[in-house]
C-alpha cells in the first residue's frame, strides 16, 4: 500500500497567499514599493483585486496598456518579491485558519497545501506558523515559469494519489477555480485575498466571505 492509499473522504487542497496567510497589505505595499522603483503610479487595494490576473504578466499588461518585455519583467517580479519578503514575516494567519485546519485534522480528514510562492521560501513559513504538520502534502514552485497553477494541480494530485472527484480547491484568486476544473476538482473561493467580489462571481464556483464559510461550503460540494 502506498503512503496516502488510506486517504478517503473530501480532500482540501488549500491556497497560501491571501487565503490562510492574511498577507494582502503585504502584496499592495510590495506592489507599490516595486511600482514606485519602476516609476508607475501607486494602485488602491480596490484597483489591484479589480485587474489582478495569473499569469501575473498580464496583470501588469492591465496596469501598464502593454505587456512588460522580459527584461522589464525580471526587474518587476526582482523588485515586487524584495519588497514582498521584507513585508511577509509580519503578516499573520487568516482568522480561524489555524482552528479550522486543527479541527479538520482531527476529524480525520485529509488536506494538503499547493501555493505559487517559491517552495523553498513557503515550506519555512507555514512552519513557522506553526501548521505545516496540518497538511500530508505542502507544494510550492520550484521553477521560474509565470504559468498559473493548472499543471501544478495536476502534479500535486498525482503526488497525493487522490482523486479529483474528491477533492475541493479553497483559494482567493479566479485561477485556482480554474486550476480545479482544469483537473476535475471543486472549488469555494474566498474574498480576502486578491480578487474583488465581483471578479471572483464571475467565474461561476461559490464565493465567501471567511474560510469557515469556505470549509462549510466545501463540505457540501463533495
Not at 497560501?16 to 503610479?41: K, M, P, Q, R, Y
Not at 502534502?137 to 487522490?162: E, F, I, N, P, Y
Not at 461561476?204 to 466571505?209: K, L, Q, R, S
Request: charge should be negative; include cysteine; glycine fraction near 10%.
Amino acid at each position: 500500500m502506498g503512503k496516502h492509499d488510506g486517504l478517503r473522504g473530501k480532500h482540501l487542497v488549500w491556497d497560501w497567499n491571501g487565503t490562510l496567510l492574511d498577507d494582502i497589505s503585504a502584496v499592495i505595499g510590495a506592489t507599490n514599493a516595486a511600482f514606485a522603483e519602476l516609476g508607475l503610479e501607486a494602485i488602491t487595494l480596490e484597483r489591484y483585486r479589480e485587474l489582478y490576473t495569473v499569469p501575473v504578466p498580464k496583470f501588469y499588461e492591465r496596469l501598464m496598456g502593454r505587456l512588460p518585455t522580459d527584461a522589464e519583467w525580471l526587474v518587476m517580479d526582482g523588485a515586487f518579491h524584495r519588497h514582498y519578503w521584507e513585508r511577509a514575516e509580519g503578516c499573520g494567519l487568516t482568522a480561524g485558519a489555524a482552528e479550522l485546519l486543527a479541527a479538520r485534522q482531527r476529524s480525520g480528514f485529509t488536506q494538503s497545501l499547493l501555493s505559487l510562492a517559491p517552495h523553498a521560501d513557503l515550506v519555512p513559513l507555514v512552519r513557522r506558523h506553526g501548521i505545516a504538520e496540518r497538511f500530508v502534502r505542502m507544494d510550492g514552485r520550484v521553477d521560474a515559469s509565470t504559468d498559473g497553477k493548472s499543471g501544478h494541480m495536476v502534479r500535486h494530485l498525482a503526488a497525493l494519489g487522490v482523486a479529483a472527484e474528491r477533492v475541493v480547491v479553497i483559494g482567493d484568486a479566479a485561477d485556482d477555480a480554474i486550476a480545479a476544473q482544469h483537473v476535475g476538482a471543486r472549488a469555494v473561493l474566498y474574498t480576502g485575498g486578491s480578487h474583488s467580489r465581483a471578479s471572483l462571481e464571475r467565474v461561476g464556483v461559490p464565493v465567501v466571505d471567511s474560510l469557515e464559510e469556505a470549509v462549510s461550503v466545501a463540505e457540501e460540494l463533495v
